[in-house]
């Protein structure tokens, strides 16, 4: 069944700059069979915990106050790419987790031809990180790891994104033709640009909405690196 196109909302606007691409470390390349792979180790999150980012995943849904504005979550997360988010299956306790999917639409650089609209799968969601899994005709057609790794203020977030067909020999044929026609080059550096930019908001989103048993031993962290 076709899903309807979300079209793109205006634009919202948040006290904080975005961070730029140069602030995180990032590659494009192909594996073996084809596969498009694109590696980010992004700035630290300060002031964030893995506890805490592990929470937002669990909590995108819902509205978040920024200077005295109501906003969706997920628009705020990225104000200017994000579309629209959906959980369209909880985990088998009912809550986001392990076995949940998400509807995920987005326009990478507010372009049209950047749009993707996918439903993934959670395959891990934890402390660690958390892992999404595309699939088509029943076999995995994306993976996108989130690894959170604590440090002294915050949290080092290294995310690695794999595109294409993981079948040895129908994987070199059919790799290049996905990446011509659904998810070319320029759509994967566009990419890297917009996910080093959400998770850079993340260091100002958490402090305002995590759980205080999760956000003070992250303020009590910064405030004693000011000391």
Not at 5 to 17: A, D, E, F, T, V
Not at 156 to 184: A, K
């Amino acid at each position: 069944m076709s899903r309807r196109r979300p079209p793109l909302p205006p634009s919202r606007s948040l006290p904080w700059p975005l961070k730029p691409l140069e602030t995180a470390k990032t590659s494009l390349d192909y594996d073996h069979l084809g596969r498009m792979v694109l590696d980010i180790e992004h700035d630290v999150v300060r002031g964030a915990t893995p506890a805490m980012i592990a929470w937002w995943f669990a909590n995108i849904a819902g509205e978040i106050a920024i200077g005295g504005t109501k906003l969706d979550r997920y628009l705020a997360w990225h104000p200017h790419d994000h579309i629209h988010w959906e959980l369209i299956r909880p985990a088998a306790d009912g809550a986001v987790g392990v076995g949940s999917r998400f509807r995920i639409v987005e326009a990478f650089g507010r372009n049209p031809d950047h749009y993707v609209d996918v439903i993934d799968t959670v395959t891990r969601l934890d402390e660690t990180g958390i892992t999404l899994v595309g699939y088509a005709l029943g076999r995995p057609i994306s993976r996108l790891n989130h690894d959170f790794h604590p440090v002294e203020l915050g949290t080092r977030y290294v995310s690695r994104l794999e595109v294409g067909i993981d079948i040895p020999v129908i994987g070199p044929i059919l790799n290049p033709l996905l990446h011509t026609l659904v998810f070319p080059e320029a759509m994967g550096r566009a990419w890297l640009r917009h996910n080093v930019e959400e998770v850079g908001l993340l260091e100002h989103i958490l402090p305002l909405i995590s759980p205080p048993e999760l956000s003070r031993p992250a303020a009590a962290l910064l405030e004693a690196q000011r000391a």
